[in-house]
């Protein structure tokens, strides 16, 4: 997989592609990851990529000219177009199936806006716009690193272990059970009995129920879009959790 970032800041990026597994995913050729700095896509002799708003206002504004020149360039030498994607707070929402479905493309290209905006004829270029959060950043590059850093290690090849993927928060629609190692007993804090029966098939079902109850305690509204057992619900009823989303009524103390 190809990912570029047309960006004005290209030694943002350096640091967090230069470890752990987004660098061994490099290195082993799983993808390939290259900045472009849109600036060298300027027309004029300042090299110029952002102007006054037309009608007036605070800040400045990207220019569509060198964007374009970027992302035209890019498709030109791809010889295909890449997927294009916009970072901006006004975008949809990123989530672990957005990960899933860029996972499966070729070449994404993530434009990231910078300043206090851009000009809203840059949007025409983009597949998709994704926001990750309801929060404003300074710029698209941290945004646009998370969603790579999503997207990488759902990668064949990437992760040690492909279960690793399937099991994450999120993947199955719900949050992580607790995970434990050694030592068996840590300032007065017992691993829970059944992880050290070797019953396996009890030990996936306890995990299974404390997934849910995580989910119901933390983020109810996840349920909604789950098809559980009547087990399942007959147990969350037991634990008198609600299965109603507007009703987060629940604390977070106690580790669940
Ligand atoms: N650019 C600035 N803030 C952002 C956000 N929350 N998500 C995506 N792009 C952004």
Redesign the pocket.
């Known amino acids: 997989m190809l990912i570029q970032f047309l960006t004005l800041f290209p030694e943002m990026f350096a640091g967090p592609f230069s470890c752990s597994m987004i660098k061994r995913a490099q290195e082993r050729g799983l993808v390939t990851l290259e900045t472009i700095n849109f600036r060298d896509y300027a027309e004029d002799r300042h090299r110029t990529v952002d102007d006054t708003p037309y009608g007036g206002g605070p800040g400045m504004i990207l220019k569509p000219e060198p964007i374009f020149k970027a992302v035209e360039a890019q498709t030109a030498k791809a010889g295909s177009k890449p997927y294009i994607i916009l ?3 006004q ?1 949809e929402p ?1 989530h672990q199936q957005t990960a899933a479905e860029l996972s499966k493309l070729p070449h994404l290209l993530f434009i ?2 910078h300043y206090e905006g851009f000009d809203e004829r840059i949007r025409t270029l983009a597949d998709r716009e ?11 590059e ?3 690193m998370v969603m790579a850093d999503a997207v990488i290690r759902l990668l064949p090849g990437v992760l040690g272990d492909p279960q690793s993927a399937e099991q994450d928060s999120f993947s199955r629609g719900l949050l992580d059970y607790p995970q434990y190692t050694k030592p068996a007993e840590f300032r007065g804090m017992a691993v829970p009995a059944i992880l050290l029966s070797g019953d396996h098939g009890k030990i996936e079902v306890w995990r299974r129920q404390q997934a849910l109850l995580r989910t119901a305690r933390r983020r109810p509204e996840l349920l909604a879009d789950l098809e559980l057992s009547p087990a399942e619900r007959e147990f969350l009823e037991k634990h008198q959790l609600t299965l109603d989303p507007e009703k987060k009524d629940l604390p977070m103390k106690g580790g669940n």
């Open positions: 970072t901006t707070p975008g990123f990231c806006g994704l926001s990750i959060g309801d929060y404003v950043l300074t710029g698209g941290l945004p646009a």
